[in-house]
């Protein structure tokens, strides 16, 4: 597992000094990079099929980052293969009305995983202390009170039966211009291109520090952070497909046992 880019418990975090251009897991070359990268796609289709097939365990992943970075591509690239009956992905976009009118985590709740599945949130409960705070709609007192219950909330997950895995994936601002000005110039990228995009990210400096203090007080031993660096994508995909295969080993998981005298049943 690439212990290198989890987040310790209790660690200071200043993403402005974490190498969002790493490709260190590129070093034997891109051709070998992406023939390791299929091998653990194969990997994680066998690992869910048998983890939704014992329906004992529940996996929750958090994937957060600035626009650009990758969390739809991602998902598409990572999940490729597995059985969608058993993975699901939640978007948390601006709340409703309704939502406002309940606690922040209210929402997201109903959305986490049940035994079997694999629920990926594009974007999160996070939200919650990062846009919010960068826009000064609540205060530190309330950022620092999130952080606390966002803490127990995940541990009630956890003591329920889920692994939670958080991944910030982490573009530089030079990477995200080239991104954003490809979407502007791509005519089957223009669905993509938000002017609202260009106001997050006059923000950046705002939302480097909100992240790295969120992330800081937020990676668990038993909810982790780990930020990846996401200029290259294939590097992006690499961490994530192996930290996501290599959590799923550490589950022996096993098929559920055939009903007594299966063997001998006649099919006619």
């Known amino acids: ?11 200071r975090l200043d993403l402005n000094k974490v190498d969002a251009g790493d490709k260190s897991l590129l070093k034997g070359g891109k051709t070998k990079a992406k023939v390791t990268l299929e091998s653990l796609r194969a990997k994680l289709e066998s ?15 958090v994937l957060q980052a600035m626009d650009t970075a990758g969390k739809d591509s991602t998902i598409r690239m990572v999940f490729d293969g597995m059985n969608p009956q058993g993975v699901k992905v939640a978007n948390f976009k601006a709340p409703t009305a309704e939502e406002l009118a309940h606690d922040f985590l209210w929402r997201v709740h109903t ?4 035994n079997g599945e694999i629920v990926i949130f594009n974007r999160s409960h996070y939200e919650d202390v990062l846009i919010t705070r960068v826009n000064g709609w609540i205060d530190t007192p309330t950022v620092e009170a999130r952080y606390r219950a966002i803490i127990d909330f995940e541990q009630l997950l956890v003591d329920n039966g889920t692994t939670i895995l958080k991944f910030y994936l982490h573009i530089s601002k030079d990477e995200q211009k080239q991104r954003l000005i490809e979407r502007q110039q791509d005519p089957t990228k223009h669905w993509k291109f938000n002017p609202a995009d260009l106001k997050t990210r006059a923000q ?17 031993e038993i ?10 994508k294939l590097q992006r995909n690499l961490i994530v497909s192996t930290v996501i295969c290599d959590t799923l080993e550490r589950m022996k998981l096993t098929y559920p046992k055939p009903l007594p005298g299966i063997a001998k049943i006649e099919v006619v």
């Open 47 to 61: 690992l869910q099929s048998v983890f939704y097939a014992s329906g004992k365990h529940k996996l929750l992943i």
């Open 223 to 232: 909810a982790p952070w780990y930020v990846v660096p996401a200029n290259s």
């Open 204 to 220: 950046w400096d705002d939302y480097m520090t909100a992240y790295s203090q969120a992330i800081a007080a937020t990676s668990t």
């Open 111 to 114: 959305k986490t995983p049940a």
């Open 1 to 11: 597992m690439p212990k290198q880019y989890r987040v310790k418990s209790g660690a």
